[in-house]
Structure formats: C-alpha cells, structure tokens
C-alpha cells in the first residue's frame, strides 16, 4: 500500500521526530482543519451525513416506541399518533424491571469485583520487581489472544461442580481474578507514577499494601473509573453467559439481554406471538438509556480507556 | 526495619536473585520480601490463571477426546472420533467459511470507515468533540437493542433501510432472508458500532507530530502523498493492532448472529448466517455434546493462532514503532 518503502519514509521522518520529541505531544497535533473553503463544506457535509447514520436508528427506534401496534413498521420518525401508553404497558407485559435490577446488581458486583482484582495485580505488575515477572505479565497478554470458546464448556463444568448453575455468580465470579485487559490498563497508569513517592512512603515505613491503598489507588482513580466503566457496561450487555447460565430459569431471573432476547422472540409477529413489536422497541430504548447516562457522565473516561489500546503497539 | 540503603538496593537493571559478594545481607532479604510481595499481589491473578484458563484449557483438550454425558458426569475417551466428525459434520465446515467469509468482508471495511471517520473527525475543528460523541453512541447500545432495531430496519419488505434504497431507484434485497445478504447485514451492523476503532485511530493521529506534516509539504507532497508516507506509517502500530483484534472478534462474532437469526429456534434462517460461533454454542448448551464443542473450540483457537502469526509476520515488514531504529 506504502508508495514510500517504509525504510525510506522512516528516514524522512526520523529527524524530524527526534526534534520534536522534546516539544511532547500536543493534543492538537492531530488537528488540521482544511484551509479552502471547499474543504470545509465537504468536510461538514460529510460529517453530516455521518450524524445522520449515526443517529438514524436512535430517532427510529424513538418514534417507533411511542407508535400504536398497527404503525410500528411504517418509518415515519413522527407518529401519525403518540400513544404514551406503551411505557406503562411494557412494565407489565415484559418483567422489564427484575431484568433491570437483576442487571444493575450483577453488573456492579462485576465492576467492582473486576476493579479491585485488576488494579492489585497490576500494581502487583507495575511496582515490584520479581524472578519471572516479564514472562509472567507476557501471559496475561497472551490470554487475550484466547477464544473464550475453548475455556467455555470446562469453566460450565467448574460453576456446574460448585452447584451454582442458575445463579448469578457464574456472570461475575471469574472477575474475582483480574482480566486481562484491565490489569495491562492499569498497570500502564501505575508506571506512570513517580517512583519516588513510593520509595518515600517505604522511608515512612509504608507496608506494601499501604503503598498500594494511600498512593497508587488515591492517584490512579481515573484508571478505575475506567475499568470500571468498561465492565459495567460489558456484563450488562453479556448475553452469552447468561444464555448458558441462566435460561433455563424462570423469566424473572433473566439478565437485561437475556430478556430482551426473549422478548424479540415471544413477542415476534412471525412467531404466532402478540406482534406488540412497539414494546419490544420501548423495552429496547429503556435498557439502553443507562448505557447512554454512563457515556454522558463518563465519556472521557470511555474514550480514554479505548484510546489507550492506540499506544499499545 | 527499613533504611535507604535497603531500598536502593534493589534497583531493576540487576537481575534479581543474584546478589554482589560484597551486598549487605539485609538488601538481599529485602529484595526477596519485595518479590514475595509482588508474587501476593499478582496471586489471584496467578490463581485464575491456573484454574480457569491453563486448567480449563486441559481439560477442554482431554473433553474433545472424550464422549462427556453431561447426566451421569463422565467422560468416555474415544480418541479422534470429534476431530473426524469436524470434517464429516458439513455444518462444522459451513459455518467456518461463513465466519472467514464475513471477517474478510468486515475487517477491511471497519478498518477504512473508522479510518475516514477519524481523518474527518481530526478535521473538524472544535466541533470534533460533539462528533465523537455521537459516532460513540452505537457503541453504547447494548447488542440486543441493536438486534431489535435493525432486524426492523433491515426487514426486506417494510424497513426503513429499503425503502431509503428506493428513493434513490434501488430495489433493496431481502437482507434477513436471502441468504447472499445476511452477511452484508451484520456487516452493516458492525459498521454501526465502529467507533472503538475510530477512537483508536484518533488517538493515534492526535500523536503524528504536526512537523512531519509541513517538512512533507515544504518537499512538496501533497494530501494523498502525505497520508501514505506521513500518516499510515507512523499510525502502523495501531493500524496492525486493530486488524488483529477485529480479526479475532470477527471469528468468534455471536451476539447478532444469534439475536437475528438463532434466537428462535422453531424459525428456520438460511444455513448461510449459522456462524462458526453460533453452531458451536447450539452444540455446547443446546445439544451438550461437550466433546465435540469442545474439539470445535480447538479448532478454531488453532486457525485463530494462525492468522495472528502471519499478521504478525506480515506486520514486522510494514509496522514503524516509535524508536525503532
């Protein structure tokens, strides 16, 4: 693809990169804004039509839950007629709200679990200095490689040997040991810690864990934020293990895409169903506005964790 | 119990565990507390580790040579017999060429669109930010809101997507029913949601240094040029990155293939939308043949290791990493 062979064009910019290696990085460095005023208009009319893909779906299924049963399907993105209804109808119809609180719950103890392990071994990884501890940090990457298929059916057969099948610990029970991605990520903002505040803390007669809890938990709070972040809205959208976990339960204890899931289907016009499509979109739109209130209170955190992967080649 | 010299005793660049004659005792058990230390604090990941990923990984590769009866809990050696049925089972082979079909539509096509996303979005000045915001937000919503929304866009008959088609004159396919069209649909789903490779890129571009980009002009390349030999080579790291992990996401893609299309199970979907993921979770947890799931998941890790060597092996030619020399 390279017109330029890569040595050459690495040539041509490895001068200029050592000298503008003091100058750091300047957050705008990536920001060129077109100097014609063509450019501009096609860079806005672009960005527009963009928007308009973007948020397409978010208008239709807007309008779509707020339709009567008979003008679900007609893409218009104002109803011919409101019906408000369907928001109190759904609460009945669908046990929208035990797939809410079922949700939240397995959802923090997730985040939380997952926050906590990750962040002890990362700085576990980032602080210390033991025999193996680059093979072992190695590892923890290459697990990331691994398909979850092949650890699938045996961790089944682990929670199915504690007897927990059924219940809500197989969702979140493996975050009690770090994930992968988390420990590489905060690993990454605990070496950005100066050393020296640690060695300082040890003069002070600092235990280990005492390093850990008063200087790298109180300065690394937005690597939490984010991991926690991460996982919250991970295990809310986990439909796998609970495909595997809970559905063979009874409807109230389904998880938000469990359920969601089970009521496209009991709900479908081609299944000999209700065909109240309108709830399955109202029902669609709720278990999505607790993922967008998480964006809207957490968004630079979202973009920040997602960012970091950039710098890990 | 601590003093200075302790501390500084245990700098990084000697190898640990192999102490100078003339080192005071009290470092060396200081650096063996510190590794102990270090050993605790990674322990549950260690402990994880063994358990449920070297442990399970065992005991996966001792399933697939066995017959597991799920009833009784027992698993009966029967040698190759999951790995033959692998070739014999026609879906197995099916599903395969779906999924590889569909990683090579989609892995090409998030890359370039999350690409020009970002170049647009690095161009639009002090908006930018309201702009990533909102090509963020598909990548909010949960995959079965997704699901449901586009499974009703997407409808052959009354969508909203096929009706846009015929404003413009086309006459859109069935996308959730012929079968040359299902992969396009869930490619068009992904694409919705690919801005988590957008923000990568962006973050990537916001680190090209500007200089590069004047030295390159003042010799006279223009917008194209500067892309190919400014910008792709010194985003090559996060580009390879990228490719690798929706590579490996593309393999193991689910969730849409099983909402749209093997949610239902009394519903028949053309055989070409049954995904390698797909057919290995109906055989795991609907069937509960665990030995063959389970040699399925070995064969997939094992076709999965291998496209990541040769993107690895094809990158070291291509891939520019800052002080690199």
Same mark, same amino acid.
């Given at each position: 693809m390279a017109v330029l062979p890569p040595e050459a064009a690495e040539r041509l910019v490895q001068p200029v990169a050592a000298e503008v290696e003091a100058s750091a990085r300047r957050p705008a460095a990536g920001r060129r804004r077109p100097r014609t005023t063509v450019g501009r208009v096609v860079v806005w009319a672009l960005l527009g039509v963009c928007t308009l893909a973007f948020l397409y779906p978010f208008a239709w299924l807007l309008a779509a839950s707020l339709k009567p049963r008979s003008q679900v399907f007609d893409n218009l993105l104002w109803p011919r007629d409101v019906q408000w209804s369907n928001y109190a109808e759904v609460w009945d119809r669908l046990p929208l709200a035990a797939w809410m609180v079922n949700s939240v719950a397995i959802a923090l103890l997730a985040a939380l679990l997952v926050t906590l392990s990750s962040s002890l071994v990362a700085f576990g990884f980032a602080y210390f200095r033991f025999p193996g501890r680059s093979f072992l940090f190695g590892l923890v990457l290459a697990t990331m490689m691994l398909p979850g298929a092949v650890t699938m059916v045996p961790q089944y057969l682990i929670w199915k040997q504690l007897d927990?099948?059924?219940?809500?610990?197989?969702?979140?029970?493996?975050n009690l040991f770090g994930s992968a991605f988390y420990i590489f990520l905060q690993r990454q903002f605990f070496r950005g810690l100066p050393r020296e505040l640690f060695e300082a803390a040890r003069l002070d007669g600092v235990g280990y864990l005492g390093l850990f809890r008063h200087i790298a938990m109180p300065l690394a709070v937005p690597s939490f934020v984010i991991v926690f972040l991460f996982e919250f809205q991970a295990s809310w959208n986990n439909l796998q293990s609970a495909l595997i976990?809970?559905?063979?339960?009874?409807?109230?204890?389904?998880?938000v895409p469990l359920g969601l899931s089970y009521a496209m289907t009991s709900f479908s016009p081609t299944n000999g169903g209700q065909g109240d499509y309108q709830l399955v979109m109202v029902a669609a739109l709720l278990v999505t506005l607790p993922m967008l209130l998480l964006f809207a209170f957490g968004q630079r955190y979202f973009i920040e964790g997602v960012s970091t992967q950039a710098r890990k080649g | 119990m601590t003093d200075a010299t302790s501390i500084h005793? *245990?700098?990084?660049?000697r190898p640990p565990g192999r102490s100078r004659p003339r080192e005071p005792r009290r470092a060396s058990s200081m650096r063996r507390r510190e590794a102990i230390a270090g050993y605790l604090f990674i322990s549950p990941w260690i402990v994880g580790f063994c358990v449920f990923t070297l442990g399970a990984m065992a005991y996966s590769l001792v399933i697939s040579f066995s017959d597991y009866r799920l009833a009784t809990d027992t698993a009966t050696p029967v040698g190759l017999d999951n790995y033959a049925e692998l070739f014999r089972d026609p879906r197995v082979m099916g599903s395969l060429g779906n999924t590889l079909f569909y990683a090579v539509l989609a892995v090409p096509l998030e890359i370039v669109v999350a690409m020009a996303l970002a170049l647009l979005l690095a161009r639009s000045g002090r908006a930018g930010g309201f702009f990533r915001t909102v090509f963020y937000l598909p990548k909010m919503t949960p995959a079965v809101a997704t699901a449901a929304v586009f499974l009703l866009l997407l409808n *052959?008959?009354?969508g909203a997507v096929n009706e846009g088609l015929a404003l413009i004159g086309i006459d859109g396919p069935?996308?959730?029913?012929d079968p040359a069209w299902v992969k396009p649909s869930i490619v068009i789903m992904t694409l919705w949601g690919v801005s988590g490779t957008m923000v990568i890129f962006l973050a990537a571009l916001a680190n090209v240094p500007r200089e590069l980009y004047e030295a390159a002009s003042l010799d006279g390349a223009g917008r194209v040029r500067q892309f190919v030999s400014v910008t792709v080579p010194m985003i090559s790291g996060s580009l390879f990155f990228a490719t690798v992990v929706l590579t490996i996401a593309a393999l193991q893609v689910f969730d849409q293939a099983y909402l749209l299309f093997w949610r239902d199970q009394t519903n028949a979907s053309p055989e070409s939308s049954l995904f390698y993921g797909v057919y290995l979770f109906q055989q795991a947890f609907r069937q509960f043949d665990f030995g063959f799931a389970s040699a399925m998941a070995w064969l997939l890790f094992v076709i999965i290791l291998l496209i990541t060597l040769v993107q690895v092996r094809v990158s070291n030619r291509f891939v520019y990493y800052e002080g690199d020399r």
């Amino acid at each position: 693809m390279a017109v330029l062979p890569p040595e050459a064009a690495e040539r041509l910019v490895q001068p200029v990169a050592a000298e503008v290696e003091a100058s750091a990085r300047r957050p705008a460095a990536g920001r060129r804004r077109p100097r014609t005023t063509v450019g501009r208009v096609v860079v806005w009319a672009l960005l527009g039509v963009c928007t308009l893909a973007f948020l397409y779906p978010f208008a239709w299924l807007l309008a779509a839950s707020l339709k009567p049963r008979s003008q679900v399907f007609d893409n218009l993105l104002w109803p011919r007629d409101v019906q408000w209804s369907n928001y109190a109808e759904v609460w009945d119809r669908l046990p929208l709200a035990a797939w809410m609180v079922n949700s939240v719950a397995i959802a923090l103890l997730a985040a939380l679990l997952v926050t906590l392990s990750s962040s002890l071994v990362a700085f576990g990884f980032a602080y210390f200095r033991f025999p193996g501890r680059s093979f072992l940090f190695g590892l923890v990457l290459a697990t990331m490689m691994l398909p979850g298929a092949v650890t699938m059916v045996p961790q089944y057969l682990i929670w199915k040997q504690l007897d927990l099948i059924g219940t809500w610990v197989p969702l979140f029970g493996m975050n009690l040991f770090g994930s992968a991605f988390y420990i590489f990520l905060q690993r990454q903002f605990f070496r950005g810690l100066p050393r020296e505040l640690f060695e300082a803390a040890r003069l002070d007669g600092v235990g280990y864990l005492g390093l850990f809890r008063h200087i790298a938990m109180p300065l690394a709070v937005p690597s939490f934020v984010i991991v926690f972040l991460f996982e919250f809205q991970a295990s809310w959208n986990n439909l796998q293990s609970a495909l595997i976990y809970l559905n063979s339960g009874g409807v109230d204890g389904y998880t938000v895409p469990l359920g969601l899931s089970y009521a496209m289907t009991s709900f479908s016009p081609t299944n000999g169903g209700q065909g109240d499509y309108q709830l399955v979109m109202v029902a669609a739109l709720l278990v999505t506005l607790p993922m967008l209130l998480l964006f809207a209170f957490g968004q630079r955190y979202f973009i920040e964790g997602v960012s970091t992967q950039a710098r890990k080649g | 119990m601590t003093d200075a010299t302790s501390i500084h005793a *245990g700098r990084p660049d000697r190898p640990p565990g192999r102490s100078r004659p003339r080192e005071p005792r009290r470092a060396s058990s200081m650096r063996r507390r510190e590794a102990i230390a270090g050993y605790l604090f990674i322990s549950p990941w260690i402990v994880g580790f063994c358990v449920f990923t070297l442990g399970a990984m065992a005991y996966s590769l001792v399933i697939s040579f066995s017959d597991y009866r799920l009833a009784t809990d027992t698993a009966t050696p029967v040698g190759l017999d999951n790995y033959a049925e692998l070739f014999r089972d026609p879906r197995v082979m099916g599903s395969l060429g779906n999924t590889l079909f569909y990683a090579v539509l989609a892995v090409p096509l998030e890359i370039v669109v999350a690409m020009a996303l970002a170049l647009l979005l690095a161009r639009s000045g002090r908006a930018g930010g309201f702009f990533r915001t909102v090509f963020y937000l598909p990548k909010m919503t949960p995959a079965v809101a997704t699901a449901a929304v586009f499974l009703l866009l997407l409808n *052959g008959n009354t969508g909203a997507v096929n009706e846009g088609l015929a404003l413009i004159g086309i006459d859109g396919p069935q996308w959730l029913i012929d079968p040359a069209w299902v992969k396009p649909s869930i490619v068009i789903m992904t694409l919705w949601g690919v801005s988590g490779t957008m923000v990568i890129f962006l973050a990537a571009l916001a680190n090209v240094p500007r200089e590069l980009y004047e030295a390159a002009s003042l010799d006279g390349a223009g917008r194209v040029r500067q892309f190919v030999s400014v910008t792709v080579p010194m985003i090559s790291g996060s580009l390879f990155f990228a490719t690798v992990v929706l590579t490996i996401a593309a393999l193991q893609v689910f969730d849409q293939a099983y909402l749209l299309f093997w949610r239902d199970q009394t519903n028949a979907s053309p055989e070409s939308s049954l995904f390698y993921g797909v057919y290995l979770f109906q055989q795991a947890f609907r069937q509960f043949d665990f030995g063959f799931a389970s040699a399925m998941a070995w064969l997939l890790f094992v076709i999965i290791l291998l496209i990541t060597l040769v993107q690895v092996r094809v990158s070291n030619r291509f891939v520019y990493y800052e002080g690199d020399r």
